[in-house]
């Protein structure tokens, strides 16, 4: 199944940047849709956003529109997340996940079967 190793957390000052990757390791990497999902203390984790195994279809949650870029790069097995113009309300651990099936849109967090261990983002006001 292979394992997803997230990095390119930090502290940073509102108004900010962070460049998040995830790297995958084992086979079929460009057969799956990814995402990046983030859990603040005391509360859920919640979607920020999602790609396509090819990359031509991205999702976002509304609070980071516009802000948030998704991509990757498979013939790297990579995966990135550009953070603009950080808020405090950004602060949470960032996690990347796999969809479950392969070839498939995952629409709710049920729909992730592999997840890293994610990436701490703190924001400063």
């Known amino acids: 199944q292979g394992e997803l190793v997230e990095s390119g957390g930090g502290l940073v000052q509102a108004g900010g940047s962070l460049r998040l990757s995830c790297t995958a390791s084992?086979?079929?990497?460009?057969?799956?849709?990814m995402g990046w999902y983030r859990q603040a203390p005391g509360k859920e984790r919640e979607f920020v956003a999602a790609?396509?195994?090819?990359?031509?279809?991205?999702s976002y949650a509304d609070s980071v529109k516009g802000r948030f870029t998704i991509s990757r790069d498979n013939a790297k097995k990579t995966m990135s997340l550009q953070l603009n113009n950080l808020s405090p309300g950004d602060t949470a651990v960032y996690y990347c996940?796999?969809?479950?099936?392969?070839?498939?849109?995952?629409?709710?967090?049920?729909?992730?079967?592999?997840w890293g261990q994610g990436t701490q983002v703190a924001i400063s006001s």
């Open positions: 996940a796999r969809a479950s099936l392969t070839r498939t849109w995952p629409t709710t967090i049920g729909d992730f079967g592999a």
């Open positions: 084992g086979l079929m990497f460009q057969s799956y849709a």
């Open positions: 790609i396509s195994s090819a990359g031509g279809r991205t």
